[in-house]
C-alpha cells in the first residue's frame, strides 16, 4: 500500500461548481498534513496546512479524520485559475523533515 | 528575488555521461533537499542536507552524490547516467523547528532528459 494515495482524476468541472478531493495515509503516526498545487510544468506550492479541526481559507476546506486516516480538500466556486494538481502532503513521524507526496489529484475547471 | 534557484533548468545529455545540478536558496532555511518527480509525476524524496549534514538518505543508486558546501548551497551530482534517470529534479529548502510550519519552498525544476 503506498503511503498517500490520491484518486488521480482528472475532475473536470465547470466554473462555479464545487468540487472535493481525497487523501489517505497509511502510517497511523503521521504528524503534520498539508495541500500543495502544482501547475503544469511547475513546482509545487503550499495551498494549505491541514489542523485536525478542520481549516478554511477562502474558498478552500481542508479536513482532517484522524480514525479513518483521510483528508480532503473542497473547493467551493471554482476558477478557471483552479485548474492544477492537487497534492496530498504527509509527514509520516516526528522524526527530522521528510515530507511524503501523493501522485496528485488533477482538477480541470472549464467555461 | 528568486528564494530557491537551481540550474540548469534543461539538461539533455548522453546515457554514461556525468551531470551536476545545483541549487542555491536566500531563504535563510537550514534545510535543504533533492525531490525528483518522475514521468509518472510522482514526487519522490532523494535527500535532504540539515546545515550542510546529510539527515535523509532515501534508496537512491550510488551514482546520485549531493554535496551540500554551506547552508544555503546543496548541489547532486550524477554519475554514469541512465536513461531511467529522466526526470524532474527539484530542489527545495524549508525551516524545520519550533514554531515554524515546515513549508517546503521549491525550485523551479531541472529537467533532464537522457538520451
Known amino acids: 500500500r503506498k503511503e498517500v494515495e490520491q484518486d488521480p482524476g482528472p475532475f473536470n468541472v465547470p466554473e462555479g461548481a464545487t468540487v472535493a478531493f481525497n487523501c489517505t495515509y497509511s502510517?497511523?503516526?503521521?504528524?503534520?498534513f498539508f495541500w500543495y498545487r502544482q501547475d503544469c510544468r511547475k513546482e509545487p506550492k503550499l495551498l494549505m496546512s491541514?489542523?485536525?479541526s478542520g481549516n478554511e481559507d477562502g474558498r478552500f476546506t481542508a479536513q482532517l479524520n484522524r480514525a479513518s486516516q483521510y483528508i480532503s480538500l473542497l473547493i467551493r466556486d471554482s476558477k478557471l485559475s483552479d485548474s492544477a494538481t492537487y497534492l496530498c502532503?504527509?509527514?509520516?513521524?516526528?522524526?527530522?523533515?521528510?515530507?511524503?507526496f501523493g501522485t496528485g489529484t488533477r482538477l480541470l475547471v472549464s467555461p | 528575488d528568486t528564494a530557491v534557484s537551481q540550474t540548469p533548468k534543461y539538461l539533455v545529455t548522453q546515457m554514461g555521461n556525468d551531470k551536476s545540478i545545483k541549487c542555491e536558496q536566500n531563504?535563510?532555511?537550514?534545510?535543504m533537499y533533492w525531490y525528483k518527480q518522475d514521468s509518472k509525476k510522482f514526487l519522490k524524496i532523494m535527500f535532504s542536507?540539515?546545515?550542510?549534514?546529510?539527515?535523509i538518505n532515501e534508496t537512491v543508486p550510488n551514482r546520485f552524490s549531493p554535496k551540500s558546501p554551506d547552508k544555503a548551497h546543496l548541489n547532486l551530482h550524477i554519475n554514469s547516467l541512465e536513461l531511467g534517470d529522466s526526470a524532474v529534479y527539484f530542489c527545495?529548502?524549508?525551516?524545520?523547528?519550533?514554531?515554524?510550519?515546515?513549508?517546503?519552498?521549491f525550485g523551479e525544476g531541472s529537467r533532464l532528459t537522457v538520451l
Open positions: 502510517n497511523s503516526a503521521s504528524q503534520s
Open positions: 527545495a529548502s524549508s525551516q524545520v523547528g519550533e514554531g515554524h510550519t515546515g513549508e517546503l519552498f
Open positions: 531563504l535563510g532555511h537550514d534545510t
Open positions: 502532503v504527509v509527514k509520516p513521524d516526528t522524526g527530522f523533515q521528510k515530507l511524503v
Open positions: 542536507y540539515n546545515n550542510k549534514e546529510l539527515i
Open positions: 491541514v489542523y485536525s
